[in-house]
């Protein structure tokens, strides 16, 4: 593998040198997002391998090429997971993208982000330095926490070649509670209510099927945990949701299981364009936000502090006023089939208030001076 990591360090050296841009790119499931993608590829899937796996410490490192896919297997044979649940979008994703990208699936809520997961990371500035940040263990972390600063950064910082991560045991039990028949500000009062209890709820999902005759609201919640807590919560929430008027039923757990994945790769028919010029809008609001008041098809998940609806971009102002009224902040998931580039014109994140500017600014010139990472995905150049 040294050759590789000489391929990509060479790589970036020379990108400096000569003043051009690099967009990092591992399987590609996740071209899809962003500003921009402007520069030439380097792609990190030659890198790859699971370096050292410890299950009774619960850390695993592995490289940026290696597949997700890989490393879930691995974890899986051992009775371990990535608790956040990163999303796939692909049969490429990498160990890489899953950290730039920062993105968590439907149990983000109770069991942390991508970034509470990095114990350390070694990367590639923007200088062709290959530096080292964190260790294998939470105590390694001091002072400004680099490593974590990475996830989420979507290869605007530097070339994660390599990430140890804390991983955790499978849950011993686990069920899924079919809800239907609430409408959403009742199920976000349920979900807020049962937030506030000792209760073992992983995951949580509202929607509303169009297609259903007549249109039906349902309401998803997953409980993982102790056997006896679960068993015992089983029968409370019901209760609770029976006592609103929802009709209850726990899911087959196969089937669920397949449909939390569908959920967290968006491949559940809610995520199917509605029109070709429909928008695919993120809201990351608080989890005790109200119902906002949008004419928009919706799909709630983490307990209600994330919401997803499909809107053309000519609807930003009214989303984000709505998003930023609840306190929270709206971004242009997926631009529309039909004239993304246009669509992006109205800013793929929320604008930045002074203070972050300068902050974002001043990290990307310490890590890039050269500005061999600038490729406008996040904010316009």
Request: aromatic share 8%; proline share 6%; with cysteine.
């Amino acid at each position: 593998m040294e050759a590789q990591l000489n391929f990509l360090i060479d790589a970036v050296r020379q990108a400096a040198a000569q003043g051009r841009t690099l967009r990092l790119r591992g399987g590609g499931s996740k071209d899809f997002w962003g500003q921009s993608l402007t520069g030439e590829v380097l792609d990190t899937r030659a890198y790859q391998g699971i370096v050292s796996y410890e299950p009774s410490e619960l850390v695993v490192t592995a490289r940026c090429g290696t597949p997700l896919a890989e490393l879930e297997a691995t974890l899986a044979e051992k009775g371990q997971c990535l608790a956040f649940e990163p999303p796939h979008f692909g049969e490429g994703a990498t160990v890489g993208g899953m950290v730039a990208a920062g993105l968590s699936g439907p149990a983000r809520a109770t069991a942390g982000a991508v970034r509470d997961y990095v114990l350390g990371a070694r990367f590639i500035n923007g200088l062709g330095e290959h530096l080292t940040f964190g260790g294998q263990v939470m105590k390694n972390v001091a002072g400004y926490d680099v490593s974590r600063l990475m996830a989420g950064s979507w290869g605007t910082l530097g070339l994660i070649t390599e990430v140890s991560l804390k991983v955790l045991p499978v849950a011993p039990a686990e069920a899924t509670l079919m809800c239907a028949g609430l409408a959403q500000a009742d199920a976000l009062a349920l979900l807020h209510r049962w937030g506030g209890q000792p209760l073992p709820l992983n995951a949580s999902a509202w929607v509303r099927d169009t297609t259903a005759q007549p249109v039906a609201d349902y309401l998803f919640v997953r409980l993982r945990g102790a056997v006896a807590a679960v068993q015992s919560a089983i029968g409370k929430m019901s209760a609770d949701a029976l006592a609103l008027g929802a009709q209850v039923q726990q899911m087959d757990a196969d089937e669920a299981a397949q449909d939390w994945r569908a959920s967290g790769d968006q491949a559940m028919p809610f995520y199917d364009a509605p029109a070709p010029d429909a928008c695919l809008w993120r809201l990351s609001v608080p989890q005790t936000a109200p119902v906002l008041d949008l004419p928009f098809a919706t799909y709630i998940e983490w307990q209600g502090a994330q919401r997803w609806l499909w809107a053309p971009a000519a609807a930003a102002f009214s989303i984000r006023t709505a998003a930023q009224a609840a306190g929270g902040h709206a971004t242009l998931f997926r631009a529309s089939a039909a004239h993304a580039d246009a669509d992006k014109l109205v800013g793929v994140n929320s604008p930045l208030d002074p203070v972050q500017q300068r902050i974002q600014q001043q990290l990307q010139q310490q890590f890039d001076p050269k500005g061999v990472f600038a490729t406008g995905r996040l904010y316009p150049l």
